[in-house]
Structures are given as structure tokens and as C-alpha cells.
């Protein structure tokens, strides 16, 4: 009988561990710096549950480098006045961004401001 128990209980316990598993932190950014920008061309623009990822052009000094950035949710995106037109393939965008605490290229979308000024 202890056994039976031991097994409910664990089951239990298990199971409500699987939704804390799917979901990831941003633990791998450092949210404190918030002045790393990068301009360029988008290459893609995803919107995939639960984050949305841009991946970006850039030319620097050595040469072109395509850099994904994690950002917001989609609804989160909306509510700052983001809209399915607004970045499209090919468009030039400055993304602020908390930078990856590995030193990787790329990090965490803060805010994205297009040629015409608009920013979300």
C-alpha cells in the first residue's frame, strides 16, 4: 500500500513539473546593460510561441554577420505598438538589446526602432 502511495504521489508531483520544464528563463541575458545596439537589414522575423526572434544582417568591421535576437511575446509586441506590417523582410531596424551573458552576438530584443522612427 505504501508503495501505491509513494507512486500517486510522485506521479503527482511529476506532473506538475512538466509545465515549469517548458517554459525557459533569460537567465542566458544580462538585463542589466541596456545599451547595446545594432542596425540592419531583417533577414527573418519569427513569431513563435512564447517569443518572437529576429534575425539580423549587420555589417561591422569584419565583414556581414547574421545575428538572431530573442524578443517579447507577440502580445507583448502589440501592446507597444507593434503590427504584422510593421517589420517586414528586407527592412533596415536598430534593435536595443540586453546582450548575451556567454559574449555571443545577439541577445534580448528591448525596443526596435525602424528608418521612419517608429519604435516598439
Not at 542596425?39 to 561591422?60: C, Q, S, W, Y
Request: proline content about 3%; charged content about 20%; overall charge positive.
Amino acid at each position: 500500500m505504501k508503495s501505491l502511495v509513494f507512486a500517486i504521489v510522485a506521479g503527482m508531483l511529476a506532473s506538475h513539473a512538466l509545465p515549469a520544464a517548458a517554459h525557459h528563463s533569460g537567465s542566458q541575458y544580462d538585463l542589466t546593460k541596456r545599451d547595446m545596439n545594432w542596425t540592419g537589414v531583417v533577414r527573418e522575423f519569427k513569431a513563435i510561441n512564447p517569443h518572437t526572434h529576429i534575425m539580423l544582417e549587420v555589417k561591422d568591421a569584419t565583414g556581414v554577420h547574421d545575428i538572431t535576437f530573442e524578443g517579447q511575446s507577440m502580445s507583448n509586441m502589440y501592446r507597444a505598438g507593434w503590427r504584422p506590417n510593421s517589420i517586414k523582410v528586407g527592412d533596415t531596424v536598430t534593435i536595443n538589446a540586453a546582450p548575451r551573458k556567454d559574449g555571443a552576438n545577439g541577445g534580448f530584443v528591448l525596443s526596435i526602432t525602424t528608418t521612419k522612427g517608429q519604435k516598439f
